[in-house]
């Protein structure tokens, strides 16, 4: 594990989204007669450890790594070695900083993430080597996902330095394994994920597909487990197949259901073609091990305890009702703040605070930082103040949609026009995918697509991905002139 000066913010947990049911790291075994083969007999101490630590002894692969389980998940000689203790109680703090204490009955390792500060991004670099510009590209795609979700954990593909996590190939034809990667340690993502270019090819040219596979195994770097441990068979098909719980656990996300969701991203399997991204029940489940919550100058809380000055930027996700606590206590304490960006209580852009402590609210804007200045007064003789943001009431955020859907099909030829919706500063991607001999010319109205002068793209190839960003509107018009000699037609936006 290369050395990394930040931890994720929150003890991340080795869990299984109940509510969520997405791409996965397998061709679908319902339809490919490839299945994945032990390379020989594993030990049965190991398979006893594996199974202690609640996954599959199914087709256990020992792989240079580790041991290979449940498809495409590296368990090391280390993660099986390590002790197993009964975990702390899972301390949560809410919008305004009250703590609340919960006893969690699964295990964890003797080595858990430690919390880290959830008032900015922790961002982790990824280093694509020895793959083609296709794979660059679904790197790319995968990491916008993640991005686009705002949450305290970030991703950022560098070509060179040293990476928190390798993204490299191997050509393997005798397995159903499209790729694999392991599990966090010490706070720190699982440093590296493996894909099978002999499910892609020298040069992927299925960019929505590849993301989604890239985007299950960064899941799992970051923590995640299958979907579907309980029941394998809901995406891979045959006989009901349970991975199993263990000491480690798989620890529903509050807020998601209990069953399988058959759109999520951490499905065991897939159908090996298809463009999947998070569902709602994802996103809730990601919001919840990484929320990003307000902060002031990269923390929770600015105080001081003298007579000064002091100024910064106020952040947090985009369209949040950022409530502003405001004080300074102690008789001849006080405190004149004002904000720029942003108006407190909708029309204040600066306010005064005399031995008081005082809520305001704004909305953050699309930027999600708006700058503050201050001077404080504290009287010889002891006094002090703060200001702390917190989150008033949680955004909400449109689902992107093309004319009211994730999709818009078409099988004639024909021109047609609609609108795309999307939060305000969002980087929105949208996918063509064409299915025969057909073409499709598609213009925005009023913006352009990413490293472009033009909002105008023809198409006349199979997934084909452009992306651009939402204005203040959070409305673009489109049209598209299309044809279809005969074939099938889609475009998809997220």
């Avoid at 999709?407 to 939060?423: E, H, N």
Wanted: with cysteine; aromatic share 10%; proline share 6%.
């Amino acid at each position: 594990m290369n050395s990394i000066k930040h931890t994720v913010s929150k003890a991340i947990l080795i869990v299984s989204l109940f509510a969520l049911a997405f791409s996965g790291c397998q061709k679908d075994q319902k339809n490919t007669s490839i299945k994945i083969t032990k390379a020989g007999p594993i030990p049965t101490d190991v398979l006893a450890k594996i199974k202690a630590s609640g996954f599959s002894t199914d087709q256990v692969v020992k792989v240079k790594e580790g041991y290979l389980v449940e498809g495409d998940i590296v368990l090391t000689e280390a993660f099986l070695n390590a002790n197993i203790v009964k975990p702390a109680p899972l301390v949560t703090t809410d919008s305004q900083g009250h703590k609340t204490t919960i006893t969690v009955d699964q295990y964890r390792v003797t080595n858990p993430v430690s919390p880290s500060n959830q008032h900015t991004f922790v961002t982790f670099k990824i280093l694509v080597t020895g793959l083609s510009s296709g794979y660059l590209s679904a790197t790319d795609e995968a990491i916008l996902r993640y991005n686009n979700q705002y949450l305290d954990i970030r991703f950022q593909r560098i070509t060179s330095g040293t990476p928190d996590i390798t993204i490299s190939g191997y050509y393997d034809n005798t397995t159903s394994t499209e790729g694999y990667s392991g599990f966090p340690s010490s706070g720190v993502p699982y440093n590296s994920i493996q894909l099978n270019t002999y499910w892609y090819g020298t040069n992927p040219t299925n960019t929505p597909f590849t993301a989604s596979v890239i985007q299950h195994e960064l899941g799992h770097c970051v923590g995640m487990r299958h979907t579907d441990y309980a029941d394998r068979s809901f995406s891979c098909g045959g006989l009901p197949s349970n991975e199993g719980a263990g000491a480690n656990g798989a620890v529903q996300i509050p807020g998601t259901p209990s069953g399988p969701d058959a759109a999520s991203w951490m499905l065991a399997c897939n159908d090996g073609v298809s463009n999947r991204t998070f569902n709602a029940n994802d996103i809730i489940a990601l919001n919840y091990l990484f929320p990003y919550l307000p902060g002031i100058n990269g923390t929770g809380t600015y105080a001081w305890t003298a007579t000064g000055s002091g100024s910064g930027t106020i952040t947090a996700k985009p369209g949040t009702i950022v409530g502003l606590a405001i004080a300074a206590f102690g008789p001849g304490n006080s405190v004149n703040f004002s904000i720029s960006g942003a108006l407190l209580n909708g029309s204040l852009s600066s306010v005064t605070v005399s031995n008081n402590d005082i809520p305001y609210t704004f909305t953050m804007p699309s930027t999600g930082s708006v700058s503050w200045s201050a001077s404080y007064t504290t009287p010889t003789g002891g006094g002090s103040g703060n200001i702390a943001p917190y989150v008033a009431s949680a955004p909400i955020l449109p689902t992107v949609n093309i004319n009211g859907a994730t999709s818009y099909k078409w099988t004639l030829a024909g021109t047609f026009t609609g609108t795309i919706k999307a939060p305000a500063g969002r980087v929105v991607s949208v996918t063509f995918n064409l299915e025969g001999p057909m073409s499709v010319n598609f213009t925005l109205s009023g913006v352009n697509f990413t490293g472009t002068t033009s909002g105008n793209v023809v198409v006349s190839s199979n997934y084909v991905v452009k992306t651009f960003t939402m204005p203040a509107s959070g409305t673009v018009n489109w049209s598209g002139v299309f044809s279809s000699n005969p074939g099938n037609g889609e475009i998809d936006v997220n």
